[in-house]
């Protein structure tokens, strides 16, 4: 940014447009906080599951004899110290009296993780339904009583079936996340000034990893990640919700909204006014008519028609492969489960350490923000694939070798955190916003639709499934996803065009430099100008 952009940016930093930040990415803080809030306690989540499904756990015993020949107790049903050097339990291990198999409480707790993903997955095709129907600030206002009610199930758990409460309180919570998830960009790109909108724009991802943060945190067990006060840690999020609700109160509507689909061209300059000072409106009011009639020009495409023309098929194929190596990379495996792989891993004080994966999952969201400017997509997205995949080999080699050598415990920590880190570097922030550089007007709003829906699912997916298969792989759980890593690495070095500072026409070129096929060569070559036609 030069010295008169600078001046620009600051002359246009007024507190109004401060507040409506602040205030709509206080949705990407209660996504963070969901996200998190799970992991901390889930020992005493699953063992109240345990006390109200009638499934009360015997002691399970494991020696170790690679130490100190010392008896280890685990109070956990299912699990095994991965570091024990025979993992055997004792024969009166097992359930005294039990209703309910230790598998049902493994799916009531791996429901209670994912059923918040189902929400967002759901709801992720209404947004720009209910952001055009009511208003960026009037939908916003609406879908906060979404994430009221969810957090009001989960704060009152322990006055009913809690597995229940919970897995519904996760569930509606994750449609406010899904909505807020598409309208919370939405309303931020519309009210920041053109110098500000790339700076402003990345808080939504500081906003998530600071939830996250925060989340760990009070999971402490001497704040409230303990038996008495977890449902009170799950359903803290609802004062974000409650704080972001009357806030809002205060924010003006989007300008580009009222003028572009609204056509309330007076209204418009009264919301630029309060969110830009005294500066004369006119400018930015004739850059809207620009955009109006380059919207009104192009056709709009449906889900259908993404799916069924030949003209969209490579860009469509990279959107969705960008968004299921993020969520099937394993980042949030680490995010939904690290206290336990810590644990696992040999670490004395497992929570401590999930706390200094947030630590550095926040810090390194703030240089990826530089590195994104600075470096180009491609080569960052494939830089964090290769970094991850590493790291997930030598946290499996961390894991297996633990009972023979106690210093793989530290192995096993660093991995997981430089893991996070390449996360951050590319694949953590770029599927977000490259799906946007890949599709002109037309086609763009149904690409992020299904690119939203399509992260939600493969979340979900994870969140589910990751625990049966870390209880069937052991401590080479993170071996599949190193080989889903080395395929998303693959794909995105044959396929994933560099987009930063191209336009749309030579993003599209780049595609069929990439396409083999002698006949597909020019599949591609009138997105822009097909739709118009």
């Given amino acids: 940014m030069d010295g008169k952009s600078k001046m620009q940016a600051e002359k246009h930093l007024t507190g109004t447009l401060v507040l409506s930040v602040f205030t709509a990415v206080l949705g990407f803080f209660q996504y963070g906080y969901s996200l998190g809030v799970i992991n901390a306690p889930q020992k005493v989540i699953e063992a ?24 280890i107790t685990v109070t956990i049903p299912g699990t ?15 359930f005294e009296d039990p209703t309910v198999s230790p598998h049902i409480l493994t799916m009531y707790w791996s429901l209670s993780v994912s059923m918040f993903a189902v929400g967002g997955m759901v709801s992720s095709f209404t947004v720009g339904w209910i952001g055009d129907r009511l208003g960026r ?29 919970i897995i519904a309180g996760r569930a509606i919570t994750g449609l406010y996340c899904g909505l807020s998830s598409g309208l919370v960009p939405m309303y931020v790109s519309e ?14 991802q500081l906003a998530i990893v600071t939830g996250i943060l925060i989340s760990q945190v009070l999971g402490l067990d001497f ?26 109160l205060l924010c003006p509507e989007s300008p580009r909204y009222l003028y572009i689909k609204l056509g309330k061209v007076e209204e418009a300059k009264k919301s630029l006014k309060r969110l830009r000072g005294n500066c004369d409106p006119m400018k ?40 299921i190596s993020q969520q099937f990379s394993g980042i949030n495996a680490i995010f939904y489960y690290s206290t336990n792989i810590f644990e696992r891993a040999g670490v004395g004080q497992p929570v401590y350490a999930t706390i200094g994966v947030g630590v550095v999952n926040t810090v390194f969201t703030v240089i990826s923000v530089f590195l994104v400017e600075k470096a180009g997509r491609r080569s960052l997205f494939l830089a964090g694939l290769m970094g991850m995949l590493i790291s997930a080999v030598a946290m499996t080699v961390g894991l297996v070798l633990l ?12 991995a997981i955190f430089l893991f996070v880190i390449f996360f951050e570097v590319g694949p953590g922030p770029i599927p977000w916003f490259i799906v946007a550089e890949l599709f002109s007007q037309g086609p763009r709003p149904a690409a992020i639709a299904v690119a939203g829906f399509c992260n939600w699912a493969c979340n979900f997916i994870v969140g589910m499934c990751f625990q049966y298969i870390a209880d069937l792989c052991g401590p080479y759980v993170f071996v599949v996803f190193a080989v889903l890593l080395l395929v998303f690495f693959l794909f995105a070095y044959l396929k994933v065009p560099e987009t930063k500072g191209k336009s749309f026409e030579e ?27």
């Fill in 80 to 94: 095994e110290a991965w570091g024990s050097s025979e993992g055997t339990l004792a024969p009166s291990a097992g």
């Fill in 137 to 165: 600030v009037k939908a916003m206002l609406v879908v906060n009583v979404l994430s009221i009610a969810g957090n009001l199930l989960m704060g009152l758990a322990k006055m009913g079936p809690s597995h229940i409460l």
């Fill in 403 to 414: 009972s023979q050598f106690a210093w793989m415990s530290y192995v096993s920590m660093v």
């Fill in 507 to 533: 993003i599209a070129a780049a595609f069929r430099r990439k396409k083999l096929p002698a006949k597909s060569m020019t599949e591609l070559e009138d997105l822009r100008g097909g739709e118009e036609a």
């Fill in 223 to 248: 704040l409230l990640g303990n038996d008495e006060l977890w449902p009170l840690l799950l359903g803290l999020s609802g004062v974000a919700a409650l704080l972001q609700f009357f806030l809002l």
């Fill in 191 to 204: 009210v920041s000034p053109t110098a500000l909108r790339g700076a402003l724009g990345t808080l939504h």
């Fill in 48 to 71: 109240h599951y345990g006390r109200m499904l009638g499934a009360i756990p015997m002691v399970r015993h494991a020696t170790n004899t690679s130490r100190d020949n010392a008896t």
């Fill in 284 to 323: 930015e009011i004739a850059e809207m008519e620009k955009e109006k009639q380059e919207a009104a020009s192009e056709k709009r495409v449906s889900i259908g028609q993404l799916f069924s023309s030949s003209k969209y098929r490579q860009a469509v194929i990279v959107a969705l492969m960008v968004q």
